[in-house]
């Protein structure tokens, strides 16, 4: 089926609105990688696209491993955010009489391989201006281009149109590393008429920065790191922060990622920590970070590449095949829900589960990984809310993200309301669309229910002049079930909280 992106339409006057297209389900992926952008949100729709910013699989991280799952097991579109602790970056200097030119690498990191050249040509008769050619290369003395900027007639003329400090503002490969020197560059000519030009290398190479902490996941609100950085990313239905190598995330980078989750309705896919070697341990371990949230989940144990079993002796996280398994899925029904089909069997576990493990992890909110014909399937269906014998659709995997979808179909195709609160007839075409939304959404088999009675109900709730309110409920488990909902439009916001049942 072919998925189109999701509509937000605004108010047809007198007309109901249109109903929400399926959407695209975006995963981003937060570590250490080769190279790149710092804490920059970096949209990809390929594991080609990934190679050409972040580099390929390196021993600093999962990132790689984690994307490249991703996108062989359905995923789609994908988000990507480089972590750096302490990274350095690479500069270098241009001669320039008896001055320098000092450049420096945009992105940090020792992988960062630049080179430069300068040249005179149609510019020789003016001492002050000059061409520029910065290059990426593959490796140190590699001629394999990856990325190369060409400035034309720049010049070290502060009051010049072209000066090189206004110029390099839009590279994305250097920036200056000093004030400029007061006269050209020295060109780079060859030593011999028709030899290759030559190249200025790195004067000193960009360093990786050690291990990650807890804190880089965070990062800050205000600076837009870490975590934030999402915040310019748009729309984000699943997070992965795969762990590094020789250490475990701990307990604050989780709570701050499963909070972040709650606030962008997303879901947390988090890899069970390395001291995790058999189902009793990860039951014990899962009980004592003592985590409650339907906006998160985990599972157990992880996968191993099949023709990499040394390299890889205690497995790398599955949370980039879980995700894919979600986008193709979502994709498929049309709306989220829980990970439907088969890992590739190119992977396989690092522990395998007989079925009484996988009951005990199942009931302890843990998805078990388990190998059923030759391939690897979830066996389970769990957020990390508490698993009671009846459970709940926070309890439930598919039904979480089902809720979270809804809400977010309806706060997002609604939001026109909220510049149209004092305008008559807007609680009445709230209701026409939100209506025609959730019947959709049935159509789709998001909801449950015979029709539209035990299938969900809308309502304008009187609160105000300046204020229209909404109480939606849908029925996601059982028919006339309701998970129930507030919406309320004000001038310039819109917000949703859920309603308890008591109140509901």
């Given at each position: ?192 008429p028709g030899d290759p030009i030559p190249y200025i290398e790195r004067s000193n190479p960009g360093a990786d920065g050690d291990e990650l902490t807890d804190y880089d996941v965070v990062g800050s609100n205000e600076e837009g790191t870490g975590l934030f950085a999402l915040d310019r990313a748009g729309r984000v239905d699943v997070i992965c922060v795969p762990p590094p190598p020789s250490r ?57 590449p099949r023709d990499q079993l040394a390299r890889f002796p205690a497995g790398v996280p599955a949370c980039g095949a879980l995700a894919g398994l979600l986008a193709a899925s979502d994709g498929t029904r049309g709306f989220a829900g829980g990970p439907q089909g088969r890992l590739k069997t190119s992977l396989t576990t690092v522990v395998d589960l007989d079925e009484q493990e996988a009951a ?145």
């Amino acid at each position: 089926m072919a998925v189109e992106p999701i509509v937000y339409p605004d108010l047809v006057e007198g007309a109901a609105q249109p109903a929400a297209r399926p959407t695209v389900t975006v995963a981003a992926f937060i570590g250490r990688t080769e190279r790149g952008p710092v804490d920059e949100a970096v949209s990809i729709s390929s594991f080609d696209d990934y190679r050409r910013v972040f580099g390929g699989h390196s021993s600093v991280g999962f990132v790689s491993h984690a994307v490249e799952h991703y996108f062989q097991h359905g995923g789609r579109a994908a988000v990507v955010v480089r972590l750096a602790n302490g990274a350095t970056r690479a500069t270098i200097d241009v001669p320039a009489g008896t001055e320098v030119l000092r450049l420096v690498a945009r992105r940090p990191g020792s992988r960062e391989y630049l080179r430069v050249s300068v040249d005179y040509d149609r510019v020789v008769g003016d001492p002050r201006r000059f061409n520029l050619v910065v290059q990426r290369v593959a490796r140190p003395g590699s001629n394999l281009v990856e990325d190369q900027e060409l400035y034309s007639g720049v010049s070290v003329d502060p009051n010049d149109r072209l000066f090189i400090v206004d110029v390099l503002r839009d590279s994305e490969l250097v920036r200056l590393g000093g004030p400029p020197p007061s006269c050209r560059p020295d060109a780079t000519l060859p030593a011999h008429p028709g030899d290759p030009i030559p190249y200025i290398e790195r004067s000193n190479p960009g360093a990786d920065g050690d291990e990650l902490t807890d804190y880089d996941v965070v990062g800050s609100n205000e600076e837009g790191t870490g975590l934030f950085a999402l915040d310019r990313a748009g729309r984000v239905d699943v997070i992965c922060v795969p762990p590094p190598p020789s250490r475990e995330f701990g307990t604050t980078a989780l709570l701050a990622a499963e909070r972040y989750c709650r606030r962008r309705r997303a879901l947390l896919i988090w890899d069970p920590p390395w001291s995790w070697y058999t189902s009793e341990q990860a039951v014990l371990g899962l009980r004592a970070l003592g985590l409650k949230s339907s906006n998160a989940m985990t599972y157990f144990p992880r996968l191993r590449p099949r023709d990499q079993l040394a390299r890889f002796p205690a497995g790398v996280p599955a949370c980039g095949a879980l995700a894919g398994l979600l986008a193709a899925s979502d994709g498929t029904r049309g709306f989220a829900g829980g990970p439907q089909g088969r890992l590739k069997t190119s992977l396989t576990t690092v522990v395998d589960l007989d079925e009484q493990e996988a009951a005990h992890l199942r009931r302890h909110g843990i998805n078990p990984l388990a190998v059923a014909g030759g391939a690897v399937v979830v066996d389970g269906n769990a957020s990390l809310m508490p698993q009671d014998r009846v459970p709940t659709a926070a309890q439930r995997l598919d039904t979480s993200r089902t809720v979270l979808h809804v809400v977010d179909v309806l706060e997002r195709s609604t939001s026109w309301a909220m510049r149209a609160i004092e305008e008559p007839g807007t609680g009445e075409e709230l209701v026409k669309q939100v209506r025609a939304l959730l019947a959709d959404l049935h159509s789709r088999g998001a909801l449950v229910g015979r029709g539209a009675d035990d299938t969900f109900f809308v309502r304008v709730v009187p609160r105000g002049p300046d204020v229209v309110v909404l109480r939606v409920g849908f029925a996601v488990i059982k028919p006339g079930q309701f998970v129930t909902y507030e919406l309320e439009y004000r001038a310039g916001r819109t917000t949703a909280r859920e309603v308890p049942p008591l109140d509901a």
